[in-house]
């Protein structure tokens, strides 16, 4: 019995290894349309509809055509290793003695012979075949659309503004530069496609070249950044694209190109926006520049904010008049010379050119001129405001030049009253003609506390 099972199996893996070589005689065609901007690997089919191969599907009979379209690359694999690459369209040969097929040429009876070797072959494999032959296609187009952002703030050396904290989001594109390396490394020998989802992951959920393609914004941040005059303000990167792009591909493209077979192509970004901190700061320092570029400007500025004082002053709750008096300090202390010192030096310092990252010239600040002020009746002098600085009295109105008439007109500046047509009295003596005697005030009154006499 054993032995009659053994002639039957040998008999019967005759028969399969016959019919196998036979059905894998056709000669088939390879194509595949455009892989489009999600496939990176696809495995080519057979695109023939009649006369069809109806072996093995791993099987490419020799003399089969294989028509590569725009846009792929084309990898040969014989029994797992790669024999051939193409990087141009056009139709294409399979050339192996492998799978002989009968069909391959004119030459029948040398075709017949590999044929029968083949059979012989696959019988002593019990009908199996020997070999596995794959077309498989890689998509060399760019992959655009891949979005990316900054999880939280990263630091960046502005040359205007110094250290900030910005959030940067856009997107990149890169594409397969060597497919051997890509296929060896990455996608290996797939039963149908592999995806650039699959590669990259999302941005919820990312695949590690992704998260290195984001770790190493940082390191390209840090290269746009810096003083002038290669350093770039953070409000013009939306510009400067070229410049990223350059940046990050330093830093991706020799890893990814030696370990994975791809490179950064174009990287776009959509916006960069400052931190709350770095914002508030960069609204001070323009402002600062503002005021020192243009001196009407800081004018402005310094009247508004009087006139604010002001108006706080009044609404007091504790008093217009105990407000205005701490107003009138203020200005005693130094508001006002301050004022004049600041407004001073507006106009001698000149505006940085460069930036905080230049260097700054001492500016020479002239001392501003100290008012006499005005004495009050409670002794506090060189008071500059309206109100005494240490009884809060009001500035007493200035004396009215000319003299008075005995009417009571005053104020009078000729040789007769204004008022009463009287004429302007004599001066009185600086002191007695009898006695020589002189008041210490320097006020004679009418009759000489000395002699008596009648003065005037």
Same mark, same amino acid.
């Given at each position: 019995?054993?032995?009659?099972?053994?002639?039957?199996?040998?008999?019967?893996?005759?028969?399969?290894?016959?019919?196998?070589?036979?059905?894998?005689?056709?000669?088939?065609?390879?194509?595949?349309?455009?892989?489009?901007?999600?496939?990176?690997?696809?495995?080519?089919?057979?695109?023939?509809?009649?006369?069809?191969?109806?072996?093995?599907?791993?099987?490419?009979?020799?003399?089969?055509?294989?028509?590569?379209?725009?846009?792929?690359?084309?990898?040969?694999?014989?029994?797992?290793?790669?024999?051939?690459?193409?990087?141009?369209?056009?139709?294409?040969?399979?050339?192996?003695?492998?799978?002989?097929?009968?069909?391959?040429?004119?030459?029948?009876?040398?075709?017949?012979?590999?044929?029968?070797?083949?059979?012989?072959?696959?019988?002593?494999?019990?009908?199996?075949?020997?070999?596995?032959?794959?077309?498989?296609?890689?998509?060399?187009?760019?992959?655009?659309?891949?979005?990316?952002?900054?999880?939280?703030?990263?630091?960046?050396?502005?040359?205007?503004?110094?250290?900030?904290?910005?959030?940067?989001?856009?997107?990149?594109?890169?594409?397969?530069?060597?497919?051997?390396?890509?296929?060896?490394?990455?996608?290996?020998?797939?039963?149908?496609?592999?995806?650039?989802?699959?590669?990259?992951?999302?941005?919820?959920?990312?695949?590690?070249?992704?998260?290195?393609?984001?770790?190493?914004?940082?390191?390209?941040?840090?290269?746009?950044?810096?003083?002038?005059?290669?350093?770039?303000?953070?409000?013009?990167?939306?510009?400067?694209?070229?410049?990223?792009?350059?940046?990050?591909?330093?830093?991706?493209?020799?890893?990814?190109?030696?370990?994975?077979?791809?490179?950064?192509?174009?990287?776009?970004?959509?916006?960069?926006?400052?931190?709350?901190?770095?914002?508030?700061?960069?609204?001070?320092?323009?402002?600062?520049?503002?005021?020192?570029?243009?001196?009407?400007?800081?004018?402005?500025?310094?009247?508004?904010?009087?006139?604010?004082?002001?108006?706080?002053?009044?609404?007091?709750?504790?008093?217009?008049?105990?407000?205005?008096?701490?107003?009138?300090?203020?200005?005693?202390?130094?508001?006002?010379?301050?004022?004049?010192?600041?407004?001073?030096?507006?106009?001698?310092?000149?505006?940085?050119?460069?930036?905080?990252?230049?260097?700054?010239?001492?500016?020479?600040?002239?001392?501003? %001129?100290? !008012?006499?002020? @005005? *004495?009050?009746?409670?002794? #506090?002098? &060189?008071?500059?405001? /309206? =109100?005494?600085? +240490? $009884?809060?009295?009001?500035?007493?109105? %200035?004396? !009215?030049?000319? @003299? *008075?008439?005995?009417?009571? #007109?005053? &104020?009078?500046?000729? /040789? =007769?009253?204004? +008022? $009463?047509?009287?004429?302007?009295?004599?001066?009185?003596?600086?002191?007695?003609?009898?006695?020589?005697?002189?008041?210490?005030?320097?006020?004679?009154?009418?009759?000489?506390?000395?002699?008596?006499?009648?003065?005037?």
């Amino acid at each position: 019995m054993g032995l009659i099972s053994l002639i039957a199996n040998v008999a019967g893996s005759t028969f399969g290894s016959i019919s196998s070589q036979i059905q894998d005689q056709y000669l088939e065609f390879f194509t595949q349309d455009a892989l489009g901007t999600d496939i990176l690997v696809k495995k080519g089919v057979n695109k023939m509809e009649k006369g069809r191969n109806k072996g093995n599907t791993d099987v490419i009979s020799n003399g089969s055509i294989i028509n590569v379209p725009e846009g792929c690359y084309c990898l040969l694999v014989n029994n797992g290793e790669i024999v051939d690459v193409v990087d141009a369209a056009g139709a294409y040969k399979w050339d192996t003695s492998t799978a002989p097929s009968i069909l391959a040429n004119k030459n029948f009876g040398e075709n017949v012979k590999q044929s029968i070797a083949d059979i012989w072959n696959r019988m002593k494999m019990g009908g199996e075949i020997q070999q596995q032959q794959r077309v498989y296609f890689v998509n060399k187009t760019e992959m655009m659309n891949q979005n990316f952002g900054t999880p939280s703030p990263v630091p960046y050396a502005d040359p205007e503004y110094r250290n900030i904290y910005i959030r940067l989001n856009g997107t990149f594109s890169f594409k397969v530069e060597n497919p051997v390396t890509f296929f060896r490394n990455i996608s290996g020998q797939v039963s149908d496609v592999y995806t650039v989802a699959e590669f990259m992951g999302t941005p919820a959920q990312p695949k590690q070249p992704r998260l290195e393609f984001l770790d190493n914004i940082t390191e390209t941040l840090n290269k746009c950044g810096g003083p002038y005059p290669n350093g770039i303000m953070f409000s013009t990167l939306p510009s400067k694209q070229g410049e990223f792009r350059r940046y990050m591909q330093e830093c991706l493209d020799e890893e990814w190109l030696q370990g994975r077979g791809i490179v950064v192509d174009k990287v776009a970004i959509a916006s960069v926006t400052p931190d709350d901190k770095s914002r508030e700061r960069i609204e001070k320092v323009d402002e600062s520049k503002l005021y020192g570029a243009d001196g009407a400007a800081l004018n402005a500025a310094v009247a508004l904010g009087q006139t604010e004082a002001m108006k706080a002053a009044g609404a007091n709750a504790n008093g217009a008049v105990n407000g205005f008096m701490g107003l009138g300090m203020m200005n005693g202390v130094g508001g006002a010379s301050a004022t004049a010192a600041a407004l001073n030096n507006v106009q001698q310092v000149q505006p940085s050119q460069g930036g905080f990252f230049a260097p700054q010239q001492p500016a020479a600040v002239a001392a501003a %001129p100290v !008012a006499a002020g @005005w *004495s009050c009746a409670c002794g #506090q002098s &060189g008071n500059q405001g /309206k =109100f005494c600085s +240490n $009884c809060g009295k009001p500035q007493p109105a %200035p004396v !009215a030049a000319g @003299w *008075s008439c005995e009417c009571g #007109q005053t &104020g009078n500046t000729g /040789k =007769f009253c204004g +008022n $009463c047509g009287k004429p302007q009295p004599a001066a009185a003596p600086a002191a007695c003609p009898n006695c020589g005697y002189k008041p210490a005030d320097g006020v004679m009154p009418k009759f000489c506390p000395e002699c008596g006499n009648k003065i005037g």
